[in-house]
């Protein structure tokens, strides 16, 4: 193998460390198999088999869950996802449960940012961890709108297929349909719509995909939207049309297929006669 003897040598040296250094080496001589098993495919199956002497089952539970986190957090983060499994399949608890509040936000955090890279592969490994999915959140974004705001429709996919509803908002209110709007990820609200996702309602901070495309300019979504029949000239929940917030460019476009400023409604009190 082309690095062998150089990952022997290391794991060695992780074996002989001192015990609080060890989960630091054992994060980066785990790292550094991922690299050799990606870039030499044919070598995989010897790197994972070395890769398994990093986590026997006793080994695992000599750890508390917390030193453990210090290893699959890093794999987490770099969408490692064999890494991940290697640890579960020696007994890690990666299910989230049983830690700290603090250890508890960084996870989830940590989740969040592998959703925004497109890491596909360890949302269904975070699954069968028992990690509740619904719970996987940096308190402002979840996995779907992480994912939706950056164009990531495979990971979408994988929530799909654990059955994670695709329509519910983020804890900042708003939806994947409303963020993916906003950034004119015409593929993602193709896939939304695909999946019977209503692109046409407004989420838990009122705005709708039509609103939020049109405030950010983004006349690709607008265009898709309006392809697909959903109406450009309604108000979302907060009283807002789309020509209401749009910018120029969507302005124009807008006005391009009809579509032009509401009339205001009149201030009746104004024309009411005078008392007496």
């Known amino acids: 193998m082309t690095e062998q003897r150089a990952l022997n040598k290391e794991f060695d040296t992780v074996a002989d460390s001192p015990a609080d250094s060890q989960s630091v080496m054992r994060a980066q001589l785990l790292t550094a198999l991922q690299s050799e098993a990606q870039q030499f495919p044919e070598n995989a199956s010897s790197v994972m088999d070395l890769a398994q002497k990093l986590f026997t089952p006793s080994e695992t539970n000599a750890h508390t869950t917390a030193e453990n986190w210090e290893i699959a957090i890093p794999a987490l983060e770099n969408g490692h996802a064999p890494v991940l499994q290697i640890m579960l399949d ?86 994947p349909g409303v963020i993916a709007a906003g950034a004119g990820q015409v593929e993602v609200l193709a896939f939304l719509e695909k999946s019977k996702v209503d692109l046409g309602a407004s989420d838990g901070s009122k705005w709708k995909p039509s609103t939020e495309s049109a405030h950010y300019d983004e006349v690709a979504a607008l265009t898709f939207l309006q392809e697909h029949g959903y109406d450009l000239s309604t108000p979302d929940r907060n009283g807002h049309t789309p020509h209401d917030v749009a910018g120029d460019e969507a302005k124009a476009y807008l006005e391009s297929i009809g579509i032009s400023a509401a009339p205001k409604p009149q201030n009746v009190a104004a024309f009411a006669p005078a008392p007496g």
């Open 90 to 175: 020696a007994g890690a608890d990666l299910s989230g449960k049983n830690i700290d509040y603090n250890l508890a936000k960084k996870v989830r955090n940590t989740f969040v940012t592998a959703a925004a890279k497109g890491y596909t592969d360890v949302v269904p490994v975070m699954a069968s961890a028992g990690f509740d999915l619904k719970t996987a959140h940096n308190g402002q974004q979840s996995l779907a709108t992480a994912a939706a705001a950056h164009g990531h429709v495979n990971v979408l996919k994988a929530l799909r297929a654990l059955k994670v509803d695709l329509s519910e908002p983020a804890p900042d209110g708003h939806s």
